[in-house]
């Protein structure tokens, strides 16, 4: 079955050339071009995963990105035209997975796309504990005393990576290499927002964590069980 | 005895050097106050000049009594010796040579000290008391009455030739000084020439005379202690304001923008405080213009660079479509998408070296700096230019010490300078190797790309910083730079703080020195490595040195408004 990718986009060649470029890659495609559309396509056609241009007519980017992730999962990454540290962070920050920088290359977007929604397929029944939580791996759940945690698919991808070793310190480059799948350093802030909202949401307080712990000057590993 | 005196004389040199160590101490805090202190100044030169004058005044005053005083005192005199005169003559009427003298002087003598007395009790004589003397010439002649030694030989001789003289003269009698005013008058008689000399004690002329001048003295004390309080005081009143100006004035330097004066009355200090309120205004004035440029070179940057990027990005996915599927095209066709790639990648790090530049212009950007070792930086940043230096057959070379250096920097940004210079030097070097050296000290870490290539001919050191400036345009580019590279890089040394500077000598290779502080906002004083290397010392003439043109935004000349 072919994944299906929608794109929210407001330049009608940039968005017709994405389609194209997926298409070839096997995807499926739909466009947008209005952000408060987005929210509708997504309910209606339930995409694999979300291309996300930040700049919109309508609705902000940003905006766009927090209303899917109030309602959803789904991956979401982010085209920017920006490197701005701030414009990233926040996009980061409202629930983008990933981002790519314009003017990108197809093959660079193709393998943000595919990381992405890159599942492990027929996975062993696995049960892990990280903290005072455990993890159903082939069931995609987290729950701590029985009561179910949701989390985004990268999030649990990130939460099982520090859990399948538990005593390993992971440096961010380690990280974003296993969990969003970049072979050489990237941008190590990936890492810094989501852990900040993996901590947020399985934390009982984020000040002081005891899932997700801080190795200062290293990286981060999982908390004792 | 010899040593003791050693020591006694070491031990004065060492005093009175630590007197004079202690004068001159003095002296330097008195210049420095002199110096900085209007205040101080004020009074003390008012302090001098009143010193001054009220000295003449005291003098003058002083003269003029003192001369009416013995002028007042020499009338009364003459006038007292003239009635006394007259009655000696009456009592010497008829006298002979023969006569026995003496004893008829000492009588008269004690008729004129009677009469003297009488006059005292009636205080009919405005000269006061007197001391009478008579003699018959000569002061060994004993044919004197009275303590004819007090009179001086010079008044003697005026009365011996018939004139009336007078005289003040000190006398020291059995250690008790006394001034008199002594008139010598001579008398008429039948025999012998006769003198008669008065003698008036000054003592309370004297009196007079010292509570004058202690009144003088105190009073010109506190004259010059009034007007020291009063100059001062005065002076207080023009310094102050100008003092909380120079603060206020230094405080809108530092900063603070919404600093004003206090404007109270009409006067000169408050006109100054006016002008200075209106300057302050207009500085703020074209302080927040340049903000506002600011804010709006910022959003013209990003706008330019959405609008720039989102069609770029579209034709460089369609590039890439058709250079995937370059073999089945016809060989002109495939290597025009070959081109098509080639070029789109020079325009887009072109592109973005632009928009980083501009940027950087309009002083938007931030350092995101942290405490982190360079060491991994420079590696970084060696091995993304590995390749080209690979192509270009030079060897990187890196010496790094062995200990950490932690300083506080931007990563991206010093990555993106060693990138920089690492990929220039490979440019330049014709196959040579290039040398990166990392070293630090207490202040500053200091980092060099030294490569063996072509070099910088003289004066070109300074040019190498200059946007898109190249050493010989007729050179290949084999790691296609943009020719801006060392232009940021220049610019981001200098966002931190810290300096790039470059050395070269034709057929020597060229030398790039960074060197950052350690700490931001503590500022360096040397690098830890020489710019020149020290293989380079020996082609000084031919060598040139440079760290680029300031490109900071000249502010433009301030608007003078009327000061009124």
Redesign the interface.
């Known amino acids: 079955m072919k994944a299906r990718v929608l794109v929210v986009d407001d330049d009608p060649a940039l968005a017709e050339m994405l389609t194209i470029v997926l298409r070839g890659e096997g995807f499926d495609t739909a466009v947008v071009a209005d952000g408060s559309r987005a929210l509708p396509a997504l309910r209606e056609l339930k995409p694999d995963l979300v291309l996300l241009d930040l700049m919109l007519p309508g609705m902000n980017g940003i905006d766009v990105c927090k209303a899917i992730r109030a309602e959803s999962g789904v991956p979401i990454v982010m085209l920017t035209a920006k490197s701005d540290t701030v414009d990233i962070v926040l996009g980061l920050e409202s629930g983008a997975d990933d981002y790519v920088v314009k003017p990108f290359k197809p093959k660079e977007l193709v393998a943000r796309v595919r990381a992405r929604l890159r599942r492990t397929e027929a996975e062993p029944a696995e049960s892990l504990a990280i903290g005072d939580l455990t993890i159903d791996v082939p069931g995609h759940e987290v729950t701590r005393e029985g009561k179910a945690i949701p989390l985004t698919p990268l999030e649990f991808d990130l939460l099982v990576a520090l859990a399948r070793k538990p005593r390993q310190v992971f440096t961010r480059e380690v990280l974003l290499e296993q969990v969003w799948g970049y072979r050489h350093a990237a941008d190590t802030r990936l890492v810094n927002v989501h852990v900040q909202r993996l901590r947020s949401k399985v934390e009982k307080d984020p000040e002081h964590p005891e899932v997700v712990l801080t190795v200062r000057g290293v990286g981060y590993k999982a908390g004792p069980p | 005895m010899k040593q003791q005196i050693l020591a006694y004389v070491s031990r004065v040199t060492r005093l009175a050097r630590r007197v004079g160590a202690y004068g001159r101490g003095r002296v330097v805090a008195f210049g420095v106050l002199w110096r900085q202190s209007l205040q101080f100044r004020v009074t003390v030169s008012t302090l001098a000049l009143s010193s001054a004058v009220v000295f003449v005044l005291g003098m003058v005053l002083q003269n003029q009594i003192v001369t009416r005083l013995t002028e007042t005192k020499r009338q009364a005199a003459i006038a007292q010796t003239q009635q006394v005169v007259a009655t000696a003559e009456s009592e010497l009427i008829g006298i002979s040579d023969q006569d026995a003298l003496p004893d008829r002087l000492q009588n008269v003598l004690k008729k004129i000290t009677s009469s003297s007395s009488a006059d005292q009790g009636s205080g009919a004589s405005a000269a006061g008391a007197y001391e009478p003397v008579l003699t018959a010439g000569g002061i060994s002649s004993t044919d004197s009455a009275g303590a004819i030694w007090k009179v001086p030989e010079g008044l003697q001789r005026f009365a011996e030739a018939n004139l009336v003289a007078t005289e003040i003269h000190t006398i020291d009698d059995n250690g008790s000084r006394t001034t008199y005013l002594i008139v010598g008058a001579p008398v008429t008689s039948t025999g012998r020439p006769i003198q008669l000399y008065l003698l008036f004690p000054m003592t309370a002329e004297q009196n007079t005379l010292s509570t004058v001048q202690n009144t003088l003295l105190v009073g010109g004390l506190v004259l010059l202690v009034l007007l020291a309080g009063i100059s001062n005081l005065v002076t207080r009143q023009v310094v102050r304001p100008v003092r909380s100006a120079a603060a206020a004035a230094a405080r809108f330097a530092g900063g603070e923008l919404d600093e004003r004066l206090p404007v109270t009355g009409e006067d000169d200090l408050s006109r100054l405080a006016m002008s200075y309120n209106e300057m302050a205004a207009s500085i703020q004035r074209q302080i927040r213009q340049l903000e506002e440029f600011g804010t709006l070179q910022r959003r013209f940057t990003?706008d330019v660079?959405?609008e720039l990027?989102?069609?770029?990005?579209?034709?460089?996915?369609?590039a890439?479509?058709l250079h995937?599927s370059r073999e089945q095209f016809p060989a002109g066709l495939a290597r025009s998408t070959e081109l098509l790639v080639d070029e789109l990648d020079r325009f887009?790090a072109l592109l973005g070296d632009l928009l980083e530049i501009s940027r950087l212009d309009a002083g938007v950007e931030e350092l995101?700096a942290e405490m982190i070792d360079v060491a991994p930086v420079a590696r970084?940043a060696v091995e993304q230019v590995r390749v080209i230096a690979g192509n270009a057959g030079s060897p990187i070379e890196l010496d790094l010490p062995e200990e950490e250096t932690p300083a506080e920097i931007d990563a991206r940004r010093v990555e993106r300078i060693l990138r920089n210079l690492l990929a220039n030097a490979v440019d330049h070097s014709e196959g040579g190797p290039v040398r990166l050296t990392l070293a630090a000290n207490e202040h500053a870490v200091a980092i060099t790309v030294r490569d063996y290539g072509v070099g910088l001919r003289p004066g070109e050191a300074d040019l190498v910083f200059n946007r898109f400036w190249r050493a010989d345009p007729s050179r290949n580019r084999r790691t296609g730079g943009t020719g801006l590279g060392l232009a940021i890089s220049h610019e981001d040394a200098r966002l931190h703080g810290g300096q790039l500077e470059a050395w070269g000598a034709p057929g020597h290779g060229a030398c790039f020195r960074l060197t950052l502080p350690r700490r931001q906002n503590e500022p360096f004083e040397d690098s830890p490595l020489p710019l020149v290397p020290p293989d380079g010392e020996a082609v000084n003439g031919q060598a040139s040195i440079g760290s680029g043109a300031d490109y900071s935004i000249p502010v433009e000349e301030l608007r003078k408004e009327d000061v009124g």
């Open positions: 990003s660079s959405h990027r989102t069609p770029l990005t579209t034709v460089r996915m369609a890439d479509v995937a887009e995101a970084r």
